[in-house]
Structures are given as C-alpha cells and as structure tokens.
C-alpha cells in the first residue's frame, strides 16, 4: 500500500502544480483585484460587444473547423479500418501531429504566399496570383489540417470496436450498404465522433498563432484576445476572465457530447 502512495506521488504533484494551481491562479486574478472580490471584469465581457463578436467568431470557426474535419475524418477512418495494413496507414495519418505546430504554420505560408508553391501552380495553369494566405480560407483549411488527426482517431477506434458479427447479422437481414451504415455502423461509432468533436472543437475555440501568422490577424477569436491582453495590453485579470468563459465554454461542449451510457455487448 505504501508502495503504491509513492508511485502516485509524481502524478499527484503534477496534477496540483501544472493543472489545479494554473486554474486557481486564472480565476483569482479574473475575480480578485489587490486581493478585492470584484465582477468588474464579468461584467465588462459581456457589456462590450468587442468581446461579444469574439466569442461568436470562436464559436464560428471552431464549429466550422469541427464539421470539415469530421466529413473528411470519417469516411478517412471507415476506408482505414477495411485496409490490410491499417494500422500502417493509421500511424501515416498521425504522423504530421509530431511535427511542431510552428514549422507547420511557416510550411503552409510558404504554400500559400503570393510567390508560393500554390500560385506557382496556378500561374503554370494560366491563372493569375491569388491572395490565399491571410483570408478566412487559409485560417479553415489549415486549423483543419492540423486538427484532422484528432478527429480520425477516435472515429477509427470506435469504428474498430463495432463486432462484425452485428454487420453480418445486418446483412442477413435484407440491410443494404446505406441502411447498415444508417442503423448499425454509425450509431455504434457515436462515442467516437462525440469524442472527436471534443478534441477537435475544444482546441479551435482558443487558436491564437494560426489566427497570427495565417489569418494574418483578419481572424479574430478569444485566444488572440488573451495572448493581446497578458502580452500587449497586460491587462491579466481580463485576461485571466477570457479564459474563464472559455474554460466554461469548454466545460459545456464536454457534457454535450459526453457518452450516452455504455454501448451494447457485441453479439457473441
């Protein structure tokens, strides 16, 4: 038993500095003032339509970025489970999250610059340059680029577990490819897609370098208004009140999409 205390004690201490204490910290600069309860900063937030506009631009986007990805991450994990080496082609798919997001950011400007690779092709096409880094577009396609991966691999898993016997049972019974996707496959790999919008979403509500260097600050959301008000205008309590929204923010996504109880056993 004493044994086991000790294991626990780097992940207790862990929990305690790098997550319990962090949050202490942001709601007691987002409430406290020279060690005074105050709501100014609550109040603030949702007095001013600036802050208003940012939470629905990061709500906008995010749900955007979650819907892209989703339609391109399922039929992706579905293909992947019905392949011979899919475990290969899983670990090509995951690969791109081990490089770091920055050199992604500066790959993809040079992609999208007036002078990059993109326009480059375009200008062999006979099309004239086009302005596609700095735009919206550029914001959406590369947030769900980098996002794709978190979306596939909780659709594959959850795919991975679906018993085959339950889509032969399917068959059996008249059920053509549209109907066993209808009634059996999805439903099954609802847990997955509910886990895949919390990792997507959550994340894309709080972008702040993507909104930097390929918005080119045209994208606004609430993580470029708290990386504005603790780096530039060092206004942290309103920093700090940001973060709180979007923590709650956060907080109600997981319990949307939190698990609709356990799954039924596999057929035997």
Same mark, same amino acid.
């Given at each position: 038993?004493?044994?086991?205390?000790?294991?626990?004690?780097?992940?207790?201490f862990w929990i305690v500095f790098f997550v319990c204490l962090p949050l202490?910290?942001?709601i007691y600069q987002a409430f406290f003032i020279n060690n005074q309860f105050?709501?100014?900063?609550?109040?603030?937030?949702?007095?001013?339509?600036?802050?208003?506009?940012?939470?629905?631009?990061?709500?906008?986007?995010?749900?955007?970025?979650?819907?892209?990805?989703?339609?391109?991450?399922?039929?992706?994990?579905?293909?992947?489970?019905?392949?011979?080496?899919?475990?290969?082609?899983?670990?090509?798919?995951?690969?791109?999250?081990?490089?770091?997001?920055?050199?992604?950011?500066?790959?993809?400007?040079?992609?999208?610059?007036?002078?990059?690779?993109?326009?480059?092709?375009?200008?062999?096409?006979?099309?004239? !340059?086009?302005?596609? $880094? /700095?735009?919206?577009?550029?914001? +959406?396609?590369?947030?769900?680029? @980098?996002? *794709?991966?978190?979306? #596939?691999?909780?659709?594959?898993?959850?795919?991975?577990?679906?018993?085959?016997?339950?889509?032969?049972?399917?068959?059996?019974?008249?059920?053509?490819?549209?109907?066993?996707?209808?009634?059996?496959?999805?439903?099954?790999?609802?847990?997955?897609?509910?886990?895949?919008?919390?990792?997507?979403?959550? !994340?894309?509500?709080? $972008? /702040?370098?993507?909104?930097?260097? +390929?918005?080119?600050?045209?994208? @606004?959301? *609430?993580?470029?208004? #708290?990386?504005?008000?603790?780096?530039?205008?060092?206004?942290?309590?309103?920093?700090?009140?940001?973060?709180?929204?979007?923590?709650?923010?956060?907080?109600?996504?997981?319990?949307?999409?939190?698990?609709?109880?356990?799954?039924?056993?596999?057929?035997?």
């Amino acid at each position: 038993m004493k044994n086991r205390s000790f294991y626990l004690m780097p992940y207790l201490f862990w929990i305690v500095f790098f997550v319990c204490l962090p949050l202490f910290l942001i709601i007691y600069q987002a409430f406290f003032i020279n060690n005074q309860f105050t709501m100014i900063n609550f109040v603030t937030f949702f007095k001013n339509g600036v802050y208003l506009r940012m939470t629905l631009n990061s709500i906008f986007y995010a749900l955007i970025i979650t819907l892209v990805t989703f339609v391109i991450s399922y039929p992706t994990a579905y293909i992947l489970t019905t392949l011979k080496h899919k475990q290969l082609w899983l670990m090509l798919v995951v690969l791109p999250t081990w490089i770091n997001l920055l050199l992604k950011a500066y790959a993809f400007i040079g992609l999208f610059a007036i002078h990059g690779s993109v326009n480059d092709f375009l200008g062999f096409l006979g099309i004239a !340059p086009q302005q596609i $880094l /700095f735009t919206n577009f550029s914001f +959406i396609f590369v947030a769900s680029y @980098i996002e *794709l991966p978190f979306m #596939i691999l909780p659709i594959f898993n959850a795919l991975e577990e679906i018993s085959p016997l339950q889509l032969k049972a399917s068959s059996d019974l008249g059920a053509n490819f549209w109907q066993k996707f209808r009634y059996v496959i999805f439903p099954l790999s609802i847990n997955g897609v509910k886990s895949g919008f919390q990792a997507v979403f959550i !994340p894309s509500l709080s $972008l /702040f370098m993507l909104t930097r260097l +390929i918005g080119g600050n045209r994208v @606004i959301t *609430l993580g470029t208004a #708290i990386e504005e008000h603790f780096l530039v205008t060092q206004n942290w309590g309103m920093g700090s009140m940001i973060g709180v929204i979007l923590i709650f923010a956060m907080l109600v996504t997981m319990f949307l999409t939190r698990e609709g109880g356990k799954r039924h056993e596999a057929i035997k």
